[in-house]
């Protein structure tokens, strides 16, 4: 009988679930501004933001482990507000997720926000619906398939990560090892049926969350 540790798969879920929460909300307003605003900054920010989508992952978990290490800026200030340290921990964890995933989140947000166009929102203007009541009753029930999209897509993104977990968080068992890190440990000793179990669950799961997304999608865009 195979012996598995399943300590992995539940910090991963619960990783994937706080990024997601984390990461809509915090996406939600940016990509809001980002759709609309005619700043000359735009097109820094928008390479900022799609900047994990080009590097290695590698990279970006080095430079996260410099800033959260204890000698970093963020790290030193949060070791001082707190006593206690980001790098190896899970709220490191957290924190190099959502870095690694906002693109993930905001771009079909802004997709959605684009493809509304003005006229839903300037019809809601004329019957003196406020500016927060027009994005919460017209904006948000229209971008729908956006946040779904984003949902998914950051969660499932989250759930396969590697490279920066492993950089950020290393392999704590039962603290930072997520599951992409157990998969890899049980390959590096050779026990390739605990690998093939874990792996076939995050390849099956990859694929229903997919099916979902592209099923659920069809049906918000047929007319």
């Known amino acids: 009988m195979i012996d598995i540790n399943w300590s992995p798969v539940w910090l991963t879920l619960r990783l994937a679930t706080i990024t997601t929460i984390i990461l809509l ?11 609309h605003t005619k700043c000359w ?3 820094i920010v928008e390479a900022l933001i799609s900047l994990p989508l080009v590097i290695p992952p590698i990279v970006l978990g080095f430079y996260l482990l410099v800033i959260l290490g204890s000698q970093g800026l963020v790290g030193d200030i949060w070791q001082t507000l707190t006593g206690s ?4 921990t899970f709220t490191g964890l957290v924190i190099g997720s959502v870095i690694f995933s906002l693109p993930f989140a905001v771009h ?8 509304m166009g003005p006229r839903p929102l300037e019809v809601a203007a004329t019957l003196r619906a406020s500016p927060l009541d027009r994005f919460f009753t017209v904006a948000v029930p229209l971008a729908r398939p ?25 392999s704590i068992p039962g603290k930072t090892q997520v599951l992409s890190i157990a ?38 865009y047929q007319p």
Do not use: D
């Open 25 to 35: 909300t915090v996406s939600t307003p940016l990509a809001w501004w980002l759709a």
């Open 41 to 43: 900054c735009k097109s």
């Open 85 to 88: 340290h980001l790098a190896f």
């Open 108 to 115: 079909p947000l802004q997709n959605a926000f684009y493809a």
């Open 146 to 170: 956006g946040f779904l999209t984003a949902a998914t897509l950051t969660f499932s993104h989250t759930v396969g990560e590697f490279g920066v977990v492993l950089m950020i968080g290393g």
């Open 183 to 220: 998969i890899y440990e049980h390959v590096e000793m050779a026990e390739f049926q605990a690998a093939h179990i874990l792996s076939g669950g995050m390849l099956l799961f990859s694929f229903i969350i997919l099916l979902v997304l592209y099923s659920i999608n069809k049906r918000l």
